[in-house]
C-alpha cells in the first residue's frame, strides 16, 4: 500500500507571528491557528507561546 502524501496543510513547523487589529494585537501561526485578539502585543506572544507548548507537531 502506498502512502498518500498530504496536500491540505503542509505544515512542518509552527512559525507564529503577532499582526496589529486597529488596537489590537493577536499572535497567528503558519499552522493557521490564531490566537484571540490581545490589548498588549506581549500577551499575544504569551498566547503564540502557549500554542507552540500545547500544539505538538505529529
Ligand atoms: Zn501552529
Known amino acids: ?6 496536500e491540505t496543510h503542509p505544515v512542518q513547523e509552527h512559525r507564529t507571528t503577532t499582526i ?3 488596537r489590537f494585537c493577536l499572535a497567528r501561526c ?12 506581549s500577551l499575544a506572544r504569551t ?3 502557549g500554542h ?3 500544539t505538538p507537531l505529529a
Do not use: F, Y
Not at 30 to 41: D, E, K, S
Open 47 to 49: 498566547d503564540a507561546e
Open 30 to 41: 503558519t499552522c493557521g491557528w490564531q490566537g484571540p485578539a490581545r490589548r498588549a502585543r
Open 1 to 6: 500500500m502506498a502512502q498518500q502524501p498530504e
Open 20 to 22: 496589529e487589529q486597529g
Open 52 to 54: 507552540l507548548v500545547n
